[in-house]
């Protein structure tokens, strides 16, 4: 467009970005030949010049998750009220996809969120080196220089442990989340630290995931240890879980919560609507969305290192659990 307006490459610039100072007919005739040429500027090209982009990655192992949905959510309306757009990469819970998704929506970014991260800590600490800024969603770690948001998965599941002791159970289940997760870690650790406190309570577990289908998978595992091991109560690693927990169970002649009771955990959007009502662990995922926006614009803007924050779950009794048979 430069040739056709007889003017060079930086006035062109100059003058589809605002910033010409020189004569109007200058301006005008560039103006005209954007016109006839049917010319747009390239973002990307005015991005690399000014040294940002106005986007920020964010990477989740699932999207289709309701609360990886909410936390993204509570960010990207965050992040637009100063002026940036979100990007979204989904690893679909793959760690080994994670690293080259990760660098490469850094590459296109300002800088990016890392949410619920499942690699291996030594790939994370390597790789947290080559992506600042950056912040982290439910993972943290001492050797990496980035703000952390993380949820008390620990106290959640503990909390939710004891409202089943005071129904009168005693012999549970856990039905565990993906391997990788370190949230899922969490929970196992709280679980057993409350056992350790109440040597009457039992805990077993089976593995599943973090999906609908994983739930309904682990149903016949759960319904042989009401027969076999005497179990009155399941908790599901989140509320997705849950609810294929509970239509599995209904598949197999046992019910929610008359044979065996059942918890969740995040309080997804409709966990209230489901049938019955889920007892679960409420946890302000676009809260925490919102607070990692401040975190990641904080260091965008002025390099500083904010802190990191832990939000505590509140504990939402439902109709999904009742007392031990």
């Not at 020189?22 to 090209?45: I, M, N, Q, T, W």
């Not at 039905?175 to 109440?198: H, I, K, Q, T, W």
């Not at 975190?295 to 009794?317: C, G, K, N, W, Y």
Request: aromatic fraction near 6%; hydrophobic fraction near 45%; proline fraction near 6%.
């Amino acid at each position: 467009m430069a040739k056709h307006a007889g003017v060079s490459p930086a006035t062109v610039s100059r003058v589809m970005n605002g910033r010409f100072v020189g004569e109007p007919a200058v301006a005008d005739r560039v103006r005209a030949s954007a016109r006839e040429l049917s010319y747009s500027p390239s973002h990307l090209a005015r991005s690399l010049a000014l040294g940002r982009t106005k986007a920020v990655g964010f990477l989740v192992p699932d999207l289709a998750n309701p609360s990886f949905q909410e936390i993204l959510s509570g960010f990207s309306k965050a992040a637009a009220r100063d002026g940036y757009r979100a990007l979204i990469a989904d690893s679909a819970e793959s760690s080994s996809e994670e690293a080259l998704l990760a660098s490469e929506i850094r590459s296109r970014c300002d800088a990016v969120v890392l949410c619920a991260p499942r690699m291996p800590e030594a790939e994370l600490v390597e790789l947290a080196a080559t992506l600042q800024p950056l912040v982290l969603i439910n993972r943290s770690s001492p050797r990496i220089a980035a703000p952390s948001l993380s949820i008390n998965y620990q106290v959640g599941i503990k909390n939710l442990a004891r409202h089943l002791t005071e129904l009168g159970h005693r012999r549970l289940m856990y039905v565990e989340g993906p391997e990788e997760s370190a949230s899922n870690s969490y929970r196992v650790r709280g679980l057993e630290e409350f056992c350790v406190a109440d040597p009457s309570v039992t805990v077993e577990r089976v593995r599943a995931g973090a999906t609908f289908e994983d739930g309904v998978a682990a149903a016949p595992a759960v319904a042989r240890a009401v027969q076999a091991s005497g179990i009155t109560a399941a908790l599901a690693f989140n509320d997705l879980v849950a609810v294929g927990l509970i239509n599995g169970l209904a598949d197999l002649g046992l019910s929610v919560p008359g044979d065996v009771s059942v918890t969740g955990f995040d309080d997804i959007r409709f966990a209230r609507f489901f049938a019955p009502p889920l007892t679960t662990a409420s946890v302000p995922h676009e809260e925490v969305g919102a607070e990692a926006w401040l975190r990641l614009h904080s260091f965008i803007t002025d390099q500083s290192r904010s802190f990191d924050l832990m939000f505590a779950p509140r504990l939402e009794v439902r109709g999904s659990t009742g007392p031990a048979a």
